[in-house]
C-alpha cells in the first residue's frame, strides 16, 4: 500500500506539473511606450504586491516577464486583477504589536511600485500588500491627479500603549461628499479592503443609478478565506510489528488487518494563490484489535492487542485544480495528539505490561475531489504504541483510504 501511494504521487505531481502549464488567463498588458498587448497572464493570485509577472503572446508561446521596467498595467480579462504602475509613498511600518514604531505618522519611502486595483470609478480605490503592512490609496476623478495615500498607523505611546493615526476617517470625510454617507459612517469604518469598498460605492452612486454611465464603478473580485466542515469514512488497513530490545525471540509481526475509521474534518482554505492551500483538523476515531501466537524457540507466547483512539491530525493540503468542480490534491499532516480509548496489550505469562501509549508521526496523503465529494489515499507512519515502555517496542502503521464529503 505504502508503494501504491508513492506511485500516486508521482502521477498527481505529473498532473500538477502539466496543469501548471494551464494557469495562464487571457487579459492586457500597457508597456511603458503605451502599447495595449492581449496576451496570456500567469495568475499567481498575489498575496503581496509583485515586482514582476510572466505572461505569453500565444497558448504556445514563449513565457516573458513583465515588470516596472517594461510595464505599466497588467490586468486579466475577467476582470479579477489589474496593477498599474505608480510612485507612491509607502509607510512600512509594522503592523505586528511586537514591533510598532514610536512615531505617529507614517514614515514614508517614495517609491515605484505595482498597485492593486480594488476599483474604479468616481472614487478609485488602490492597495499595496506586503509581508506584515497593507496599505490603501485613493483618487477622486476631476480633483485629483495624482494617487494618495489613506493615513492609518498603529504605533507605540510614550506610556507604551497602543496607539492609532486614523487620519484616514478625516481624509475621506472631506472628499467623499455623498447625502447617503454620514459622519457616523466615517466614524465607524475601519481600515479593511472591504469596507473601503462599501464606503467607496457609496460615494460612486451616491443619488444616481448604477447603470449610469458617467458614475461607472469597476470592483475587482476579491478571494476570501473559506471554512470547510467534512464527513471522513473509511478503512484503515494496519499492520504492527512488536519487539524487544534485548529478547530478539520476543519479535512478531501481525497481519494487515482492516479496520473502520471516521471522523469530522475542519478545513480553512488560504484566500490567496488562487485558493491553491489550506490547513486543516481531522479528529477521527480508529481502532485495531488482534491475537497471534508467536513461536519462540522454547515456547510459544499470545499476544493480544486492543487499541482504539481519537486521533487529532493538524496539516496543510495544496490543491490541483483542473477546473472548478475537480482538482487533485496532496497533503501532509503531524499527529500530535492521540486521545486513548481502548489501550490493552498482553502477552502470555507477563502481567506488567499491560498499558499502550503513543507518540506522535506524520502523515502524507494523495486524492482526488469532485464538487463536494471526495477520495483520498494516506498513509501513516510508524507509531509507538509501547512508547512508555523502554525496552519495548510496538511499530503501529496504517494505509487509509478514505471518502469524504462537504457538509458545510
Known amino acids: ?15 500538477s506539473y502539466l496543469h501548471a502549464q494551464t494557469e495562464f488567463v487571457e487579459g492586457y498588458i500597457i508597456t511603458t511606450d503605451s502599447v495595449k498587448t492581449e496576451c496570456l497572464i500567469k495568475n499567481n493570485d498575489w498575496k503581496f504586491s509583485p515586482k514582476d509577472f510572466k505572461y505569453k503572446l500565444s497558448e504556445n508561446g514563449e513565457v516573458l516577464s513583465g515588470n516596472l521596467e517594461n510595464v505599466i498595467v497588467f490586468a486579466d480579462n475577467a476582470n479579477t486583477f489589474k496593477y498599474i504602475k505608480q510612485t507612491v509613498d509607502i509607510d512600512y511600518s509594522s503592523n505586528f504589536v511586537s514591533s510598532y514604531s514610536k512615531q505617529r505618522h507614517p514614515e514614508y519611502k ?13 472614487a478609485s480605490l488602490y492597495a499595496f500588500y506586503d509581508a506584515g503592512i497593507n496599505n490603501y490609496y485613493y483618487q477622486i476623478k476631476d ?7 489613506l493615513v492609518f498607523k ?9 496607539g492609532k493615526n486614523e487620519h484616514y476617517k478625516q481624509q475621506l470625510l472631506n472628499q467623499l461628499k455623498c447625502e447617503e454617507i454620514s459622519l457616523r459612517d ?17 460615494y460612486n452612486y451616491c443619488g444616481k443609478e448604477k447603470t449610469v454611465e458617467n458614475n461607472k464603478t469597476t470592483t475587482r473580485t476579491t478571494r476570501k478565506g473559506e471554512i470547510n466542515t467534512k464527513i471522513k469514512l473509511g478503512v484503515n488497513f494496519t499492520s504492527l510489528a512488536i ?36 490547513i486543516f483538523l481531522e479528529p477521527t476515531y480508529q481502532s485495531y484489535s488482534n491475537e497471534k501466537t508467536h513461536h519462540a524457540p522454547y515456547y510459544d507466547i499470545d499476544y493480544t492487542v486492543d487499541y482504539s483512539s481519537i486521533e487529532l491530525p493538524i496539516g496543510v493540503r495544496h490543491y490541483m485544480y483542473l477546473n472548478d468542480k475537480n482538482a487533485f490534491f496532496i497533503d501532509a ?9 481502548n489501550d490493552e496489550f498482553k502477552m502470555s505469562n507477563r502481567t506488567d505490561y499491560n498499558e499502550l501509549s503513543s507518540r506522535s508521526n506524520f502523515g502524507f496523503g494523495v486524492g482526488y475531489k469532485y464538487d463536494k465529494f471526495s477520495i483520498q489515499l494516506k498513509y501513516n507512519t510508524d507509531r509507538d504504541i509501547l512508547e512508555s515502555y523502554t525496552l ?11 471518502l469524504g464529503y462537504t457538509i458545510l
Open 392 to 402: 519495548w517496542t510496538a511499530d503501529y502503521s496504517s494505509t487509509a483510504i478514505i
Open 154 to 162: 498603529f504605533y507605540q505611546t510614550e506610556n507604551f500603549k497602543i
Open 243 to 278: 519487539s524487544h530490545e534485548s529478547y530478539s525471540h520476543y519479535h512478531t509481526e501481525f497481519d494487515t488487518k482492516a479496520n473502520f475509521r471516521g471522523g469530522v474534518e475542519l478545513e480553512y482554505v488560504i484566500p490567496f494563490n488562487n485558493n491553491k492551500w489550506s
Open 143 to 149: 480633483v485629483q491627479e495624482t494617487i494618495t495615500p
Open 110 to 122: 517614495n517609491e515605484t511600485v505595482f498597485l492593486k486595483e480594488i476599483l474604479s470609478g468616481n
Open 333 to 341: 499532516c503531524y499527529y500530535a495528539f492521540d486521545f486513548l480509548i
Open 186 to 202: 466615517i466614524e465607524n469604518l475601519s481600515y479593511k479592503e472591504d469596507e473601503l469598498v462599501d464606503i467607496f460605492n457609496t
Open 1 to 15: 500500500m505504502k508503494n501504491i501511494l508513492l506511485l500516486a504521487i508521482a502521477l498527481i505531481s505529473s498532473c
